[in-house]
C-alpha cells in the first residue's frame, strides 16, 4: 500500500488490510469508496466530490504553502480539482487517490509559480524606516504574501519523513521562506517534511529522478534554515499559558483601541518589527516602531475595534476602523503577531477588506 495513503487512512481501514478482524461497518465504508470511485469515473460529479472533500482542507493549505495567498490557493485548488476530475480515468488505483491528488495540486501550483513568481512582504524589498512614514501609497505592483486561516489544521506530523507540524507549515516565517525557493525545490521540500512522502514518491508526482528530489531538498532546507527563527511559533505557544495568552491579544488590541503608547511599548521585544502590506515601509526597533505607533494608529487614525482569531498558525486580531459615513468600524486589516517568549517580536498588518472573509468575520461592526 501506497505510504501516503497510511498517513491519512482509517486505522480501521488498514487493519482491515492486515486482515485483522473488524467491524462490519469499516468494510462498508471501504466498499463507500470503492463504490464511489467506480461512480466518479463514470461521471458522477456527487461521488467524486465525496471522495475529494475529505482532503480539501490540507490541499488547500498545500497549495497556500506553495503560493502564499489563499486568493490564488483557491484558484489553484479548483483548477487541480477540475483537472483531477477531467483525468481521473488516468488514476490506475495502485497508489491513494490523496497522493494522486497532491500530485495534481503540485504540478497546478507549479504551473502558477513559473507565470506568477513568489510572493513578498516589505522586508523582502528594502531597509526599514527610522521614523513613521505618514501618506505612503500602496504598492499595487508587488504581488505581497496574504495571511491564511488556519481553522481546521491540526498539529499532527503527516508521517515519518514529515518534520513539520501542519500548523508549523502555515507560520508566516515558514511561509516566507518558502517563496525564496525555485517552484521545484518548494514542491519538493513540502512533500517531503511537511506531507511525509518519500523521496521516491515525490520522484514520481514531479516527474523527476530521487537523485534530482534529493538534491533540490538539500538546497531547499538550506535556504530555508537561513531564513526561519527558532523555535517556530508552535514551539513557544506551546509553552504559554492558553490565559495568559489571551491577556497578551487583549492587552495589544485594548492599548490600540485606548491609544494607550504605554501599555503597547511594555507587550513588544526590544527588536520588534512592523510591517504592514501592500505598504512597502515598516519598522524595526522599538523606537522606530513606537513613533511609528504613537503618530499614526494610535492617535492619528481614530476609533478602532478588534475582534482576535488565528492566522498561520498564531494568535491574531481583525482591526476596525471607524468610518463616519458608514456609522459604523469598517474592517480595514488583518493583524497576525509573532510572539517570542511572553513578548510581541513582529506584528504584520495585511491592510484589505479582502482578508477577513476567509476568516468568516464580518466587514464591519455596528
Known amino acids: ?111 502558477v509559480v513559473e507565470t506568477r513568481g513568489r510572493r513578498a512582504l516589505p522586508v523582502d524589498l528594502g531597509p526599514s524606516s527610522d521614523g513613521a512614514m505618514v501618506g505612503g501609497a500602496p504598492l499595487s505592483d508587488v504581488a505581497w504574501l496574504g495571511p491564511y486561516s488556519d481553522e481546521g489544521l491540526t498539529g499532527d506530523l503527516a508521517g515519518p519523513h514529515a518534520r513539520y507540524e501542519q500548523r508549523e507549515a502555515v507560520e508566516l516565517a515558514f511561509v516566507a521562506a518558502l517563496q525564496h525557493l525555485p517552484g521545484n525545490q518548494r514542491a519538493a521540500l513540502l512533500l517531503f517534511e511537511v506531507l511525509g512522502f518519500s523521496a521516491a514518491e515525490i520522484a514520481t508526482m514531479m516527474d523527476t529522478t530521487i537523485a534530482s528530489v534529493n538534491s533540490a531538498l538539500q538546497r531547499a532546507r538550506r535556504i530555508v534554515a537561513e531564513k526561519i527563527p527558532a523555535p517556530t511559533q508552535q514551539q513557544t505557544l506551546r509553552e504559554i499559558d492558553d490565559a495568559r495568552l489571551r491577556e497578551i491579544v487583549a492587552g495589544y488590541s485594548a492599548a490600540l483601541e485606548r491609544g494607550d503608547a504605554d501599555a503597547l511599548v511594555a507587550l513588544l521585544t526590544e527588536d520588534v518589527t512592523w510591517s504592514m502590506p501592500p505598504l512597502a515601509h515598516w519598522y524595526h526597533g522599538l523606537e522606530a516602531v513606537t513613533d511609528f505607533a504613537v503618530r499614526i494608529p494610535l492617535t492619528g487614525c481614530g476609533s478602532w475595534r478588534h475582534v482576535p482569531t488565528s492566522a498561520n498558525g498564531q494568535p491574531a486580531v481583525g482591526s476596525y476602523l471607524w468610518d463616519d459615513d458608514a456609522g459604523a468600524h469598517l474592517a480595514w486589516a488583518i493583524n497576525v503577531l509573532t510572539l517570542r517568549g511572553e513578548r510581541i517580536a513582529e506584528i504584520t498588518t495585511f491592510i484589505g477588506l479582502e482578508h477577513f472573509t476567509p476568516f468568516g468575520l464580518p466587514a464591519s461592526l455596528v
Request: proline share 3%.
Open 1 to 111: 500500500m501506497d505510504r501516503a495513503a497510511e498517513h491519512t487512512e482509517d486505522p480501521d481501514l488498514t487493519r482491515a488490510r492486515e486482515g485483522e478482524k473488524v467491524p462490519d461497518l469499516v468494510r462498508v465504508r471501504e466498499g463507500e469508496k470503492d463504490s464511489d470511485l467506480a461512480r466518479a469515473r463514470g461521471g458522477d460529479g456527487a461521488a467524486f466530490t465525496r471522495l475529494v472533500e475529505p482532503l480539501r482542507r490540507e490541499l488547500h493549505a498545500h497549495c497556500y504553502r506553495m503560493l502564499g495567498s489563499t486568493h490564488d490557493a483557491d484558484d489553484a485548488l479548483q483548477d487541480a480539482l477540475l483537472r483531477a476530475w477531467r483525468g481521473l480515468a488516468r488514476f490506475e488505483g495502485r497508489g491513494s487517490l490523496r497522493s494522486w491528488l497532491y500530485t495534481v495540486a503540485t504540478r497546478t501550483c507549479l504551473d
